[in-house]
């Protein structure tokens, strides 16, 4: 049975008379809906202490038309992720604008928008019902140094602020023509990736697009000096774009390419921007128009993973004691065998296309130069060089690689990349003048199987906490200062090689 909505003054009332109670009287909010003439907001997770993460959950709901929605933006899925993604930058303008943050201790008394990156990604925690905005929020509310309750400062949140950000959403909303463009950027680009076999492509990049970004650890585009992609006559394809019409730029196709080129003229950029390509861009980003196959995979070398009963046979046999590589165990695998199990783990996932870089692989995974085939006749390992076709051929797996030291790869290649001053150029014809190496015929075929069974018991989320005496049944989240380290339960998943995960919420 729905909660009955109180009238949002009784909100301020129950906050006057908690000011300067114990922290954990603000357990009295838990589940109370409250009603403003412009929302309803129901107080979903009540946080125990002032720094507590995660901190307190409320979800507020708009109505679409007091928010001035078009009907345009709502039209369809794609359309409802643009908008919802849309409506979450312009939350979060609001409160950098318009709030007083860290009002408490340990930073409460905070709004905690999401700060979202460049890439739009479907969400949950917006949602929208018949005529309805539902947007989930983190709140922090504000304590003092002795675990009290701050309730003047959280009325100053709940009414001021709160209406001020709301201000902001409507003003975002009111500028037509920029929602208008963020969901037609972000349509067009999903259902292209939907039609890239028709296109008999892997990846997509429009002329005109900026591929740099302002330094290695940032997502926000390069401005000054950046030079802007535009396809040779070789590989430059025409597509045609739901909204955006026609449109020119570089096709990237099916089976073995190689990207090369002097260094400091774009290799990693361009492959970095394909790798974040399986997700739609903002209008304004220089990728909005980077497109790549939804099953593409970066793929690396990641030493020190565990590896648990894979078979990665195909690539790395007859190790030494007996060891079986027909079902691989190891708590510290090597580069190559890391690298070897990342490939077999990706294409057993369905990838469609992996994506290499020379400097974050295994050489001895990558290659095997004809002067150590000849001393070295029988190894273990069957590099990725000797395979690479046959992953295409066989499986259907296409595969783009960037080198800069080693012309072994030009030797399996359909099509040669150059990146010259950060512009593409082909050099596919005079890659076939060159006296390059052939793969050495494997000894037998590859066979990817995974006989490895997932089960529910094998992942326990629960929590240990020794400091509470008591076990959490469920724990997951990100660990603090380390976005891309996962803690669930009791364990600690590194996942700072997955590229492609680029938001720790």
């Not at 007083?100 to 925690?125: E, T």
């Not at 996962?486 to 600690?492: A, H, V």
Request: glycine share 8%.
């Amino acid at each position: 049975m729905p909660v009955p909505a109180k009238p949002i003054l009784e909100l301020f009332t129950l906050f006057e008379n908690l000011d300067g109670r114990a922290f954990t009287s603000y357990q009295e909010l838990c589940n109370k809906v409250f009603y403003h003439d412009r929302y309803h907001i129901n107080f979903i997770h009540i946080q125990g202490s002032p720094g507590a993460f995660p901190a307190s959950v409320c979800q507020l709901r708009l109505k679409t038309e007091d928010l001035g929605l078009p009907d345009c933006c709502l039209s369809n899925g794609l359309r409802k992720m643009a908008t919802a993604d849309y409506l979450l930058r312009a939350w979060y303008e609001g409160v950098a604008s318009h709030t007083l943050q860290n009002r408490g201790v340990q930073g409460s008394g905070s709004f905690q928008p999401l700060s979202l990156p460049p890439q739009v990604l479907q969400r949950n925690v917006i949602r929208f019902e018949q005529d309805e905005v539902h947007l989930a929020i983190q709140i922090s509310l504000p304590g003092s140094h002795d675990n009290l309750v701050l309730g003047r400062q959280a009325i100053t949140m709940f009414s001021q602020e709160m209406n001020a950000i709301i201000d902001t959403l409507e003003m975002w909303v009111a500028k037509t023509t920029q929602l208008q463009r963020h969901c037609d950027v972000i349509e067009d680009m999903v259902d292209l990736q939907k039609k890239l076999q028709r296109y008999n492509l892997v990846a997509f990049i429009g002329d005109g697009a900026i591929l740099p970004r302002r330094s290695g650890v940032s997502q926000q585009p390069l401005k000054e000096g950046a030079v802007p992609l535009y396809a040779a006559e070789q590989m430059a394809v025409e597509v045609e774009l739901v909204n955006g019409g026609r449109q020119r730029g570089l096709g990237i196709r099916p089976g073995v390419n190689v990207v090369i080129g002097a260094g400091y003229h774009g290799k990693s950029t361009l492959l970095d921007a394909l790798v974040k390509g399986v997700y739609p861009h903002i209008p304004g980003d220089g990728r909005e128009q980077v497109v790549t196959h939804p099953d593409a995979v970066f793929v690396c070398a990641e030493q020190g993973r565990a590896v648990n009963g894979l078979n990665i046979s195909g690539f790395i046999d007859d190790l030494p004691g007996n060891v079986d590589s027909r079902r691989f165990w190891t708590n510290n695998a090597s580069g190559s065998t890391s690298q070897a199990a990342n490939i077999v783990e990706a294409v057993l996932s369905g990838a469609k296309l992996l994506l290499i870089d020379e400097d974050s692989s295994a050489t001895n995974f990558l290659i095997k130069d004809q002067n150590m085939r000849k001393l070295v006749p029988k190894d273990t390992i069957t590099p990725l060089f000797d395979r690479v076709r046959e992953l295409y051929q066989r499986f259907g797996v296409s595969t783009l690689i960037v080198v800069g030291g080693s012309s072994e790869y030009l030797g399996v290649a359909e099509n040669v990349i150059a990146m010259q001053h950060y512009l593409p150029v082909c050099l596919t014809e005079e890659m076939h003048s060159l006296a390059l190496p052939e793969p050495e015929e494997p000894a037998n075929p590859l066979l990817l199987s995974d006989k490895r069974m997932l089960r529910t018991d094998n992942f326990d989320p629960s929590f240990r906490a020794e400091r509470l005496g008591k076990t959490l049944p469920v724990r997951i989240k990100p660990l603090r200062l380390q976005d891309k380290v996962l803690e669930y339960g009791n364990e600690q998943l590194d996942l700072t090689k997955l590229q492609a995960l680029v938001d720790p919420h």
